[in-house]
């Protein structure tokens, strides 16, 4: 009865909002999906799930067999999905991203043995790549005027779902005494619900990358440029008459052009390089911090504080997002500078994470460390923003996140899969601090040069500034 009453709300909100302005009612139904299919309280957890008497994996297995799969599987699977993303207009990815994670969690429930661990990871990856439609789905059916709105509701979504889950599983675990089988099917029950909402979701007459796109070469190559009647004719043709193969080469040329474009900035190449570096280490770190911890605390302790130390860390590394906003700074400027010192930063509490014995301060600096990358992150995102067109933003953050990706599965490769290695969790931990300290390092040098130049008027400087875009300037 819950259910029915569920979808009726759900309903009555879209047809609503269809009535209003049309915003109101896909941004409640995308921030409920967002926060739902954040609630995973198993999550902060799961390497002791899975190195429990649930499945009885040794660490070496979840480490070296278990856990890089999800990152292969991504590496192979973020640029198909985002080449169908907009073919199939968002909402259809949405629900394949809903379907993933439910059988990923449904299969470690009730699988048994490495190879059905794997293959819930695999399962998960396609679920992750699918992440690019969750924006890309808001743009295609609000008005530009809403964007700044509908993303910071859509991104508060994940943050507190993420934040939430993290707090309900540890209080479930340390105050409530249950199980982590149990909190594994919450853990579904809520992805169940995220699953539903999902259907809900008005579907988007048009895409949006394709449609701006086409026109967007109307003026500039030859054989699109034709009269007004004509241009929405052919546009019509090209979606229903031209093949898949004939769709996707187009696109590609596309993407490679644009690329090109956009990469030729130093204004944007940097903040993308950072992008793209910062989140290979940032998502190596916490995929593996959990294997530290157990290593450094008495196995299957069941009080373990991964929870509360996962939601503390999101929701002060949301607060940290939030306040870096509000920052007035010359970015092009003091931008490299401020990426590099915080850089360094990361690599000295990833640093004191793998020296330290105690549990505490090791959890104290993966807070530090998560709060200094979300900000950093941030800074990134919306400087890669300023200097783009709308319609560029998931060109250029799907390639960043594609060479992250890139860059964590060579990482994982060397570090983690080389047999004649064999490192330790803690070696792995002081390879990652050298990692960042390599990238804090190379961008603290970088953004003093930068920022000596940029205050020295001269011939030479003059010279540099060419190269950077103008401030209101947009690719």
Known sequence: MNIFFFALTLRLRIKSARQSDGWVGPTVVLCIYGFCS??????PFMTEFLTGSYKNFTTEQVTRRVYPVWTYSNLVLIIPVFLVTDFLRYKPVIVLQGLCNVGAFLLVLVGSGVCSAQWAFFIYSLGTAADVGYFAYIYSVVQPSYYQRVTSYARGAILLGYAASALLGQLLVSLGGVSLYCLTVVTLIALCMALFTSIFLPMPKTSLFLRETYYARQGSSGEDTQSGSESRDSFIWLRRSRTAAKYAGRMLRKLILDCKDCYSSMAVLFFCIWSATGRCGFYQVSSYVQVLWVYKQ????????????????????????IAVGHVSLEWCVWGELILGGFTLLIAGAVFLMALTNNIWLSYTCYMLFKTLYMQLITICTFQIARKLTRER???????????????Q?????????????????????????????AIGLLFTVRGVYTALHRNQPSPGNQAERATHLPQGSRL
């Open 38 to 43: 954040m609630m995973r309280p198993v999550e």
């Open 409 to 437: 599965s060579v990482l994982t490769a060397v570090v983690i899969n080389t047999k004649s290695l064999r490192l330790t969790i803690t070696s792995q931990f002081f390879v990652y601090a050298s990692y960042f300290a």
């Open 393 to 407: 933003y998931a060109l250029v953050f799907g390639v960043n996140s594609f060479m992250g990706t890139v860059l």
């Open 298 to 321: 008495p196995q299957h302790n069941f009080t373990a504080y991964n929870g509360g130390v996962d939601s503390v860390a999101t929701l002060s590394g949301a607060a940290a997002s």
